[in-house]
Antibody
Framework: EVHLVESGGGLVQPGGSLRLSCSTS????????MHWVRQAPGKGPVWLSR????????SYSDSVKGRFTISRDNAKKTVFLQMNSLREEDTALYYC????????????????WGQGTMVTVSS | QSAPTQPRAVSGSPGQSVTISCTGT?????????VSWYQQHPGKAPKLLIF???KRPSGVPDRFSGSKSGDTASLTISGLQAEDETDYYC??????????FGTGTKVTVL
């Protein structure tokens, strides 16, 4: 069965850093583009970042560009999100999600989601 | 990018059909055929219902259908059931390998 399990969340002060991990199982990670999405309490999801199968192509939303870094280790079946210069508005549940494959290409939608890891930025 | 606009709430009786709209704010929905829809129950992760405007993943009931006209995408739920009462979000590709989720719609089954 396909699973994504996020970890690394917690309470951090403004300006601090956290590194989130997304451990995958049940599929070949190296075949899939992966994403991070967050959701603040009571709000809708917000897309953050995308990484290609081999890590050579990466993109970010304007809200986190320059502060967050996505990476992956296919051998360890894990995707990461390094978060620096954290702000109170970064407080949210952070999801790792897999991009669907349509035919032989990435499909611009998210078919598998983890349960999320909570990040709270507060002094 | 600004979030595509969805109605805050829609409602319908069991067995009826409801349609949720998703209107782009920067032309992204008109420009690309990469609109997806997600259902999210409280305390759960979003679930993919529709991708590429009108494609259903395996396991999603055919009561859920998607369409697009110009800069507005739509999700229609036919034969509304009690378990359909929850939140729904659209998501669109917005160029340069970035994506934007809609504002969200709460569906109430009367």
């Amino acid at each position: 069965e396909v699973h994504l399990v996020e970890s690394g969340g917690g309470l951090v002060q403004p300006g601090g850093s956290l590194r989130l991990s997304c451990s995958t199982s049940g599929f070949t990670l190296s075949s899939y583009w992966m994403h991070w999405v967050r959701q603040a309490p009571g709000k809708g999801p917000v897309w953050l970042s995308r990484i290609s199968t081999d890590g050579s192509s990466i993109s970010y939303s304007d809200s986190v560009k320059g502060r967050f870094t996505i990476s992956r280790d296919n051998a360890k079946k894990t995707v990461f999100l390094q978060m620096n210069s954290l702000r109170e508005e970064d407080t949210a549940l952070y999801y790792c999600t897999r991009e669907v494959i349509v035919g032989v290409s990435a499909g611009d939608a998210f078919d598998i989601w983890g349960q999320g890891t909570m990040v709270t930025v507060s002094s | 990018q600004s979030a595509p606009t969805q109605p805050r709430a829609v409602s319908g009786s069991p067995g009826q059909s409801v349609t949720i709209s998703c209107t782009g704010t920067s032309g992204e929905i008109d420009r690309y055929d990469y609109v997806s829809w997600y259902q999210q129950h409280p305390g759960k992760a979003p679930k993919l219902l529709i991708f590429n405007v009108d494609k259903r993943p395996s396991g999603v009931p055919d009561r859920f259908s998607g369409s697009k006209s110009g800069d507005t995408a739509s999700l229609t739920i036919s034969g509304l059931q009690a378990e359909d009462e929850t939140d729904y979000y659209c998501c669109s590709y917005s160029g340069s390998y970035t994506y934007v989720f809609g504002t969200g719609t709460k569906v109430t089954v009367l």
